[in-house]
């Protein structure tokens, strides 16, 4: 939902935030995306039930529909227990640090979160370029499928500040800025941003390339490559965990007191009914298209059958069914696996919960 309705509103602030101005050929990259976009769902919508009976399989213990409304939530939270049980004695424990890179650090937060409810203990968090939870806590998907109407709430409380976490990032690191962050946000890199230094002039003109384009054309690469490769390349620069380890070797970057060069701050947290998070309402003209497809193909099944038949006295209904069934495999499945295959390449992080050594 994040990549459907808010990320390229967030990319353009995050580079006018950094001082910079909008061009006007930045302006007219927006638009024409409605394939991009609906490739984009229906890839979406498949890899997640693709992903869920995996997951599923491979989880004993966890019940199936769980994980069909919660994804890997309920997973997290049983390897969490297997090293801090909820029978654990609290008092005689050390200091245990939890952490997570990505996809990872989201989990990172949450697990700091749902600890601090329900055992009554914060745990301090170092999430690392990781993708934002304030809103995706709330409700987890607009779009129809496994998790559409669900949320965590139960478990954490995304309406308030949590001091013990705190996220680090590169201010254009694109999958940090999908959702905002809880607790503590510090900023690294920024003082490379406009020198010759790498990680400055090296990567502003990627940067600079995806600045107006849509989430899905950022992420999707069926159609056009152009705003797929600056994205990759300004990834390699913003978002890896190697890249960042090599910065945080050099104090100017990182300070004994956990300070960054672009200073920290503390994230806004959006209250009720607060309108930063995805409403789900900007994606109409796909479930128009997806309409428009399903009575298509309704009439291919239904209507040509009834014409052969009528015209010739004889049924056709098995060879045209078989007909659209080959069609459908040779042009719709692999546009919708492709989908899938890029979103998870390029959707993956780790995440760990384990003490100080």
């Known amino acids: 939902d994040w990549i459907l309705d808010r990320m390229e509103s967030r990319v353009k602030q995050a580079w006018v935030d950094e001082g910079y101005s909008l061009t006007a050929e930045m302006k007219a990259r927006s638009g024409g995306d409605l394939k991009t976009r609906c490739a984009l769902r229906a890839g979406t919508t ?26 890997y939530w309920p997973l997290t939270k049983h390897m969490v227990r297997q090293v801090l049980p909820s029978d654990r004695d609290m008092a005689a424990e050390g200091p245990i640090y939890i952490s997570g890179h990505s996809q990872g650090g989201a989990r990172a937060s949450l697990v700091s979160m749902w600890l601090e409810k329900e055992d009554g203990k914060k745990y301090r968090t170092y999430a690392l370029s990781p993708v934002g ?27 308030v500040n949590h001091d013990q976490i ?12 999908m959702d905002y962050q809880v607790g503590t946000v510090c900023k690294y890199g920024t003082s490379r ?21 849509t989430g899905p054309e950022l992420m999707v690469d069926m159609f056009d490559t152009t705003a797929p490769d600056a994205f990759s390349k300004t990834r390699m620069w913003t978002h890896s965990i190697l890249w960042m380890n090599a910065l945080f070797a050099n104090e100017t970057m990182l300070d004994a007191n956990g300070v960054t060069d672009g200073g920290c701050h503390q994230e ?15 994606d109409k003209e796909c479930n128009a298209l997806f309409l428009g497809v399903g009575v298509f193909i309704f009439c291919l099944i239904v209507g040509i059958p009834v014409c052969c038949c009528a015209c010739t006295h004889t049924c056709c209904f098995r060879k045209s069914n078989k007909d659209n069934k080959t069609m459908f495999e040779r042009t719709v499945r692999p546009a919708a696996v492709r989908t899938a295959r890029t979103i998870r390449e390029k959707t993956m992080g780790e995440s760990r919960v384990a003490p100080e050594a």
Not at 269 to 274: K, R, S, T
Request: net charge negative; with cysteine.
């Open 166 to 177: 705190v996220a680090y990032l590169h201010p254009f690191d694109f999958y940090a800025l």
């Open 46 to 71: 498949a890899f997640t039930h693709m992903h869920n009976e995996e997951l599923a399989a491979s989880a004993p213990g966890i019940s199936k529909e769980d994980i069909k409304k919660y994804g």
């Open 268 to 282: 806004v947290v959006i209250p009720h009914g607060g309108s930063l998070c995805p409403d789900g309402n900007s």
């Open 133 to 159: 939870c304030q809103c995706f806590a709330r409700k987890l998907s607009f779009l129809p499928g496994s998790s559409n109407g669900h949320n965590y709430l139960e478990d954490v409380d995304p309406y």
């Open 193 to 213: 941003l406009g020198t010759d230094m790498e990680g400055g002039s090296d990567l502003m003109p990627w940067v600079e390339a995806t600045i107006g384009y």
